[in-house]
């Protein structure tokens, strides 16, 4: 049968049949989802790994040198920071404290660690909505505000709840919205630098138990306009070096470099990424090879009457370009309700952007083409007086 008159070969060979189209474009949406669920969770790794580090107010760090990353629990004394403040630039120096906190399901009574977050609340060290406009109930003792995108498991977290943090009471005084990330996955919880104490004294060494005279990392602030890489060049020469400085942009990327060269799971989310790319181009082939069989006689008829074998390559492209939009659409839009639902039940940072949109769509579109010059090969190959003769 001929295509009507002016309707594309390609176009018709993949719309004749309503059902293998159907069943193609959901071969081509699967492939798709595949890649972006699991680029998803690669790009949450690195985004919530980062998203409080990003968060805080200060474009200088100090840290202990031997803190290689977030993570990792060393301090130092707190009078660097002092020093620190009587350079030329800067304008502010705040405390930042962190620790991991056993917190009991009011409900359930079983105990989940969360990442506990302290400063002084007159300081505006992290300036979310929740925690500018609950700073004086944060002075309060025994009080904190917890993450409203901690797991579930947490427990009730409507301000008013009473329970127990690291085996003493606690009450919350409201929430915050920050997310988990992998190495703290149930949550965050904030408290005041006093309750710190309460809570947390025994972490201190014997002599400083009942102050807070070492600190997990200082944050810098610096005049507006002013040069901030030469700031933190001059306080690497002048400050001892029992402390590092980086920017708070050195101290991201130092965070991610972690997490994407010491860690399997970037490597596996990167791996699950490419065998989504690999299944798409298996699906496609399958797809395109069954629709080149069916029309070979066509295809050698083409072959005879003079097409040449590009001719013939650039039909079976062009089927492929037209499920690239028509799978790429219905894939994009279930990831993004996944990507929601993720989100809202792990509290882990996935984000949609078009960077990553685009990047999906250039493999998807390189998915296709693959697929599509392969299952032309045999058509190239083969000779129409063999078609024909038999």
Same mark, same amino acid.
């Given at each position: 049968?001929l295509?009507?008159?002016?309707?594309?070969?390609?176009?018709?060979?993949?719309?004749?049949?309503?059902?293998?189209?159907?069943?193609?474009?959901?071969?081509?949406?699967?492939?798709?989802?595949?890649?972006?669920?699991?680029?998803?969770?690669? =790009?949450a790794?690195?985004?919530?790994?980062?998203?409080?580090?990003? #968060?805080? =107010?200060?474009?200088? +760090?100090?840290?202990?040198?031997?803190?290689?990353?977030?993570?990792?629990?060393?301090?130092?004394?707190?009078?660097?920071? %002092?020093?620190?403040?009587?350079f030329?630039?800067?304008?502010?120096? %705040?405390?930042?404290?962190?620790?991991?906190?056993?917190?009991?399901? !009011?409900?359930?009574?079983?105990?989940? *660690?969360? #990442?506990?977050?302290?400063? =002084?609340?007159?300081?505006?060290?992290? !300036?979310? *909505?929740?925690?500018?406009?609950?700073?004086?109930?944060?002075?309060? !003792?025994?009080t904190?505000?917890?993450?409203?995108?901690? #797991?579930?498991?947490?427990?009730?977290?409507a301000?008013?709840?009473?329970?127990?943090?690291?085996?003493?009471?606690? #009450?919350?005084?409201?929430?915050?919205?920050?997310?988990?990330?992998?190495?703290?996955?149930?949550?965050?919880?904030?408290?005041?630098?006093?309750?710190?104490?309460?809570?947390?004294?025994?972490?201190? *060494?014997?002599?400083?138990?009942?102050?807070?005279?070492?600190?997990?990392?200082?944050? +810098?602030?610096?005049?507006?306009?002013?040069?901030?890489?030469?700031?933190?060049?001059?306080?690497?020469?002048?400050? !001892?070096?029992?402390?590092?400085?980086?920017?708070?942009?050195? &101290?991201?990327?130092? /965070?991610?470099? %972690?997490?994407?060269?010491?860690?399997?799971?970037?490597f596996?989310?990167?791996?699950?990424?490419?065998?989504?790319?690999?299944?798409?181009?298996?699906?496609?082939?399958?797809?395109?090879?069954?629709?080149?069989? /069916?029309?070979?006689? /066509?295809?050698?008829?083409?072959?005879?009457?003079?097409?040449?074998?590009?001719?013939?390559?650039?039909?079976?492209?062009?089927?492929?370009?037209?499920?690239?939009?028509?799978?790429?659409? *219905?894939? &994009?839009?279930?990831?993004?309700?996944?990507?929601?639902?993720?989100?809202?039940?792990?509290?882990?940072?996935?984000?949609?952007?078009?960077?990553?949109?685009?990047?999906?769509?250039?493999?998807?579109?390189?998915?296709? +083409?693959?697929?599509?010059?392969?299952?032309?090969?045999k058509?190239?190959?083969?000779?129409?007086?063999?078609?024909?003769?038999?």
């Open positions: 049968m295509p009507p008159r002016h309707t594309p070969l390609a176009w018709f060979n993949l719309t004749h049949e309503k059902r293998r189209l159907l069943t193609a474009v959901a071969g081509v949406s699967f492939a798709v989802l595949l890649m972006f669920i699991f680029q998803g969770f690669e =790009n790794l690195y985004d919530s790994q980062v998203q409080l580090l990003k #968060r805080l =107010n200060g474009e200088i +760090l100090i840290v202990n040198r031997l803190k290689y990353n977030m993570f990792v629990p060393e301090q130092f004394a707190r009078r660097r920071l %002092y020093q620190a403040q009587t030329e630039g800067v304008v502010a120096a %705040y405390p930042f404290y962190t620790t991991t906190g056993d917190w009991k399901n !009011p409900q359930t009574k079983t105990i989940r *660690p969360l #990442r506990v977050i302290a400063f =002084n609340p007159d300081d505006p060290v992290l !300036p979310l *909505p929740g925690i500018l406009q609950n700073r004086e109930a944060l002075k309060l !003792p025994w904190a505000l917890i993450d409203d995108q901690s #797991r579930s498991e947490v427990g009730p977290i301000p008013g709840t009473v329970t127990e943090l690291s085996e003493q009471q606690i #009450r919350l005084v409201g929430t915050f919205s920050l997310g988990t990330d992998f190495a703290s996955g149930n949550g965050n919880v904030v408290i005041s630098d006093q309750n710190f104490l309460r809570y947390f004294a025994n972490l201190a *060494p014997e002599e400083d138990s009942r102050t807070l005279n070492t600190v997990d990392i200082g944050l +810098l602030k610096v005049a507006e306009n002013a040069d901030v890489d030469a700031i933190a060049s001059a306080l690497r020469q002048q400050l !001892p070096q029992d402390v590092a400085v980086w920017t708070k942009a050195e &101290f991201v990327q130092k /965070e991610l470099s %972690y997490w994407q060269e010491n860690t399997a799971i970037g596996v989310f990167s791996l699950l990424t490419t065998m989504g790319f690999f299944v798409g181009i298996i699906l496609v082939y399958q797809i395109l090879y069954t629709d080149v069989a /069916e029309h070979w006689a /066509e295809y050698a008829t083409l072959k005879a009457i003079g097409y040449s074998n590009f001719h013939l390559l650039g039909i079976v492209l062009q089927e492929s370009v037209i499920l690239v939009f028509f799978g790429f659409v *219905p894939g &994009f839009f279930i990831s993004l309700g996944l990507y929601s639902l993720t989100a809202s039940s792990t509290g882990l940072l996935m984000q949609m952007t078009w960077e990553r949109a685009i990047n999906i769509l250039i493999a998807t579109f390189i998915m296709c +083409l693959i697929s599509g010059a392969i299952a032309v090969r058509v190239q190959a083969t000779d129409p007086a063999e078609v024909f003769g038999s």
